[in-house]
Structure formats: structure tokens, C-alpha cells
């Protein structure tokens, strides 16, 4: 069975969540009523980066990261998308 693997740094108070990216792409797109994410291979492992950054037991509730078109990992064509931890 292959394995993929993938690290990020604790959540840092100072800092947030901070999550390294490989330089991949997303496209959110929202069709009716559906969220759909399309993405390369480096482009979800970096939506996954986000997401484990997020679920680090000291990240607090409601810590989150707002994602904009343009931005990496998001397309210029696609939907922002905002990933939040629970507020508890």
C-alpha cells in the first residue's frame, strides 16, 4: 500500500496557522447548492496542509484561514473558501 505523508508546523499563537505549500492548484466552485474542489495532486495536499494545521490540538476554537482566488493554492477562477476549527 502506498503511504503519503505529510508534516506541518504546531499551531504558533504569534503566528496562527501557517500551513507550507508545494506550489500546487485548487478550484472551488459552487453548483447548485454543492461545494466541489478540483485540484492537482500538490493543490490537495496543500488543502489537506491547511487542514491539519487546523485540527492541532492548540489551535483554538474558531482558528481559521480564509482562502482567496488567486492565492495560493486557489485558482484565479475559483470560489474563496474559508476552512475553520470548530468554536466549540
Known sequence: M???????PGYDSQQGVIAPAE??????????GTVEIFGDSAGLRD???????????????GAHIHLDPGVM???????????????G
Do not use: F, H, K, Y
Not at 2 to 8: F, I, M, Y
Not at 73 to 87: C, D, F, G, K, V
Open 23 to 32: 506550489g500546487g492548484s485548487i478550484v472551488v466552485e459552487v453548483r447548485d
Open 73 to 87: 493554492p486557489l485558482s484565479l477562477e475559483s470560489s474563496p473558501l474559508m476552512l475553520a476549527r470548530e468554536r
Open 47 to 61: 488543502l489537506a496542509r491547511w487542514c491539519l494545521a487546523l485540527s492541532d490540538s492548540a489551535a483554538p476554537p
Open 2 to 8: 502506498n503511504e503519503v505523508t505529510l508534516s506541518v
